[in-house]
């Protein structure tokens, strides 16, 4: 079986709620009369958003972006949420559904702000995300090979940056001849 790990994000939990979000959302606004088409298709739309912006920001190269993603996930889930109550009030959907809907997004959203808090110390204790370059790098520094002074190889030099990755590419890897 062929494993593709762009598509992990399949496995976290936030991720199968969200889901389990939007078909409960489909099915409470699915049915709503013509003239409230608009309300329902917000509230669908706001629900989408909740498990895409998860996946999308998984599917990024950095613990910043994917940061970024999982807040507006956040985002988009208190506009879900918002709706809910304010579709309630109107009586555009029955305190059943209201219930089923703003229990697995108090579920949701504490997932989600467990995951937020995670990374945020993941990226507080500089184990981003790297690129190749910057991990080999980070290796040769643990190693003890680091260099402090300028050398002739192929090697990528590695420095210390305040910007971003804690540590970044001086040169490519690449030779000139490959």
Same mark, same amino acid.
């Given at each position: 079986m062929l494993k593709n790990k762009n598509r992990d994000y399949q496995q976290l939990r936030v991720w199968q709620d969200a889901i389990e979000f939007y078909r409960l959302n489909s099915q409470a606004f699915g049915s709503l009369p013509y003239e409230l088409k608009r309300i329902a298709s917000q509230a669908l739309a706001s629900s989408d958003s909740v498990h895409r912006n998860i996946a999308e920001g998984y599917c990024r190269r950095s613990v910043r972006e994917y940061l970024n993603f999982l807040n507006i996930?956040? @985002?988009s889930l208190g506009e879900s949420v918002s709706g809910l109550?304010?579709?309630? %009030?109107? !009586?555009?959907?029955?305190?059943? !559904?209201?219930? %089923?809907?703003?229990?697995?997004?108090?579920?949701?959203? !504490? @997932?989600?702000l467990k995951l937020v808090e995670s990374f945020e110390k993941k990226k507080l204790d500089g184990l981003d995300r790297q690129s190749d370059c910057q991990r080999k790098q980070r290796n040769i520094w643990v190693a003890g090979l680091g260099y402090s002074e300028p050398h002739h190889s192929n090697t990528p030099l590695l420095q210390h940056s305040n910007k971003g990755a804690p540590w970044t590419c001086s040169r490519p890897i690449i030779s000139k001849g490959g």
């Open positions: 996930t956040l @985002g109550h304010a579709y309630r %009030v109107a !009586n555009q959907i029955s305190e059943d !559904n209201f219930q %089923v809907l703003d229990k697995l997004a108090f579920k949701l959203e !504490n @997932g989600l």
